[in-house]
């Protein structure tokens, strides 16, 4: 099997595969030779390949690059005689534009299922990676035209990582990592500055900050380019739930200058109640 | 010396007095009955007193109920004989309603010393109570016309809090405690809901919540109550940030709807650089 890109979620990926069968062999390519050392010298790949050489002898190919050289490699793959039983898969944020990029693949009867393993870090590379980040967390399924049994030996492959599987639609996935993960970074981002910028203007020495701030804002260390590639890819998605947001904090104001403690006492509860639940699945 | 409120914040800074001399006599006095009970078995407090029996007898009073308490607290006080030299001092959350609210008390010449401090916890009630609760965060003092050795004598009775001590004006103190600690419940309570109705309306099954969602959200768990009433006290600076963080969020869609992704990594790294010099601070 085939990896590119050894960044924090492939090489994770690999150890998760080599934690479930060290006997599977993993070919890997990397823009950068340094993973591919790493990794190798770790035993997590067994060689180190260029795209072209790893994709046409593999029978799974995952594509774990950043989201615009996911597309950019369906369209390079589109071009190579890959084997015909092979299964191609990625682990991209944002399927309803990889889904599309995948289908002239698709067209010549290649089997792609797309894939999201849902965890990260503010942390990137391979040095980073560990079988521990994604374990246990939720990995949803896009499928487009692979077969039952391919779909069981690929979680068969990762078995290791004990995920709770979810298949869902694309349209449906992308909303939904957009409300959860993409909606709380750019609010943690905007925050942050914006605070930055108040407590400048006042020019005081605001201490030391309280650990509430501090956990609204963890995901504020995110690494500043992927998130500018990840919250341009698809902007429809994210700039109107950017709206929704304005339009539910508009009427929260409403409740607070109306001083209806009631209905904030109500709303907040809710939100009590949402929020417990949430951890009770962890 | 007195506290009025025994809750979570009432009965820690109880045991940080004890902790740092327990000689010091403590009377307190709360509308939970059980709150005194407990701290006096485990020898936090000496006595429970009622209001007035506390208050006057005390060198110090600190009131340490919601904020729409302390203001209540400081009209009774300013009708009763206190002791001449009493330190009276608060740890509520908006200072500029409860120094105003103190103007009575200080036209009789008795001395207030406002206090905040910047530490909390979704849990509430004295059995939640630490002296590690509170410990080596920011206090913030926004003093009246305590004298500098009655400043010095406070401090000195908290000292095993290990505090953070920053001294400002009741207004920079009430447009910080709202950017950094308002405002982000604010958002964790409004985003929560947002997220479950969206979810509920796709009708899926949105697996495990990530880690990060899970962070940005933790504030979400606060007391309904209590914080209905903190939101209602000072309505205008709150709703005036959310529009500025609205207005913010205007901004950041612009750009991703551009998709100018050197804008909003320029705007990320800022956000990486200031987080990551919040948590150097902790």
């Not at 799974?60 to 050289?69: E, G, M, N, R, Y």
């Not at 077969?147 to 078995?159: C, V, W």
């Amino acid at each position: 099997m085939f990896i590119n890109g050894l960044g924090l979620i492939g090489a994770s990926m690999a150890k998760i595969i080599k934690q479930t069968d060290p006997t599977v062999s993993i070919t890997a390519c990397d823009v950068n030779p340094q993973n591919l050392t790493l990794m190798k010298a770790a035993h997590v790949i067994d060689q180190a390949v260029d795209f072209t050489q790893g994709a046409t002898n593999a029978d799974v190919i995952i594509l774990a690059t950043p989201v615009k050289s996911i597309i950019k490699s369906l369209n390079q793959l589109a071009q190579l005689k890959l084997r015909p039983d092979v299964l191609v898969t990625d682990v991209g944020s944002n399927k309803t534009a990889i889904v599309d990029a995948a289908q002239p693949l698709v067209d010549r009867g290649i089997h792609f299922l797309g894939g999201h393993p849902m965890a990260g870090s503010h942390l990137s590379g391979s040095q980073h990676s560990s079988s521990q980040l994604l374990a246990a967390h939720t990995y949803f399924l896009v499928n487009v035209n692979a077969s039952q049994q391919q779909i069981s030996a690929f979680k068969g492959l990762i078995a290791a990582g004990q995920f709770n599987f979810q298949s869902l639609s694309a349209i449906d996935h992308d909303q939904l990592v957009s409300l959860t993960s993409h909606l709380p970074h750019a609010l943690a981002f905007t925050l942050i500055n914006m605070i930055d910028q108040k407590i400048n203007a006042m020019g005081i020495d605001p201490g030391i900050p309280a650990g509430g701030l501090l956990d609204t804002t963890r995901v504020a260390k995110a690494n500043p380019t992927m998130w500018a590639s990840i919250l341009t890819s698809e902007p429809q998605t994210i700039t109107d739930q950017i709206t929704d947001l304005q339009q539910q904090l508009e009427q929260l104001k409403t409740m607070i200058k109306a001083g209806d403690e009631q209905a904030l006492k109500q709303m907040f509860t809710h939100a009590n109640q949402i929020r417990n639940k949430m951890e009770d699945l962890t």
